[in-house]
């Protein structure tokens, strides 16, 4: 009886607790910059797409939300044809983003996106395209790899030595 | 013809406005259980979520009003409109203030003592008629509750009626004006507000609907306004056992400088919180437990109780 009477109290003395909740649309709680929330694709610096086509992103879907289409373009630079998520799909895992070698495919915290329709949920690459480097800034995927493009041929990369000429016998 | 006017007003004012209380009481339960639960309830629609019972209103009422194939058809329609007359019947006996009642019966607490027992009749029908397992066992569980939980509700309240000396609800309410009887009935306030929780079958004594063993109980099959029905005499029970408990024992609408409508108003939503309160906070107790704590603590209480009050009442002359 009595531990029924203090459980009450205790209860009562709730009335002057703080309340927990957030009334969202008027407040917003506070998303850490590495927030899993919506995908988007980044440019490097230069403003290109650092999207290199590669299909990782795709392979480590576990939802298989992300198609693509690699293509080339003249200077010799992978560049996907197309590139679309599915976000009605997405469970935002972030696999994509620890899979991806350029750091081109990044999540955002950002969460508002909701539709009515849900093919609008299919966002195609001039949706997901953000004008940025997003979270890695000053990272250029084709400058410090060693492939050679147009107007950067084998070995003039960051921190590249000059291709060893192998049928040299000079040390 | 004035008198026929006057009383006629009463009626009417009466039945809306406890019509309206159980309904506001659904949107007050709602916010206080968040209160109490560090959190806001409903507090979009309208200033502090007002309008949800405009809402909740609308949508009950135009949802679709199943009748299962396999339950008894009339029965299962009566059931839950004996629950809202019983309820409303009682409210009849209860002396708002002193000139402001339906009737001034000189047996008004057999009256509502009788009204109560029909009551059960609601949830029985309501049970046995739906065909289904878990609204028979909820019916059951409702029968043997309420059975045995009325037996001591009425001795309970022997004690303040051999204090008044009368079972007219208006005398009981004179009778206070030097002690309130929750002084002297002190046991058996506790009696009455236990076996009023279980009359009503609120949280913590649940059991007949016991969300987490029988779907809801007796109104499992039942949908829109009919549940409805079953809602706003739930809600109406706790009003008029709230009163019951101000008439009885907190000297009904007695008290200084408000007007004495308001002092019982005001006395009636004090145990109304009183009973969101106790939902807020304790747990069910187990079936055995409830049938043999009726049985061997209160049944023997409140008989004990009895004795020593007209005892002392003999005694004392």
Redo the contacts between chains.
Sequence with gaps: MLS?LR??W???L??F?????V?YPEETIYLPPRFRGRIILSRDPDGEERCVACYLCSVACPVDCIALQATEDERGRRYPEFFRINFSRCILCGFCEEACPTYAIQLTPDFEYCEYRRHNLVYEKEDLLISGPGKYPGYNFYRVAGLAIDGKDKGEAENEEPPVDVHSLLP | MNEIIRSLIIVVGVLVVMLSISAGLIWLERRML???????GPNRAGPFGLMQVMADMIKILFKEDWIPPFADRPVFVIAPAVVVVTTLMSFAVIPFAPSIGVVNLNIGLLFFLGMAALGVYSVVLGGWSSGSKYSLLGGLRATAQMLSYEVFMGLSLMGVVILAGSFNLGDIVEAQRKMWFCIPQFIGLVIFIIAGFAETHRLPFDLPEAESELVAGYHSEYSGMKFGMFFVGEYLGITLISAMIVTLFFGGWLGPVLPPLVWFLLKTLVFVLGFI??R???PRPRYDQLMSYAWKVLLPLSLLNLVVTGGIVLAVG
């Design positions: 029924i459980t009450m205790t209860i009562l709730h009335t607790h703080r309340r927990e909740t009334q | 968040g209160l109490w639960q560090d959190r806001y309160l106790a807020a906070s304790l």
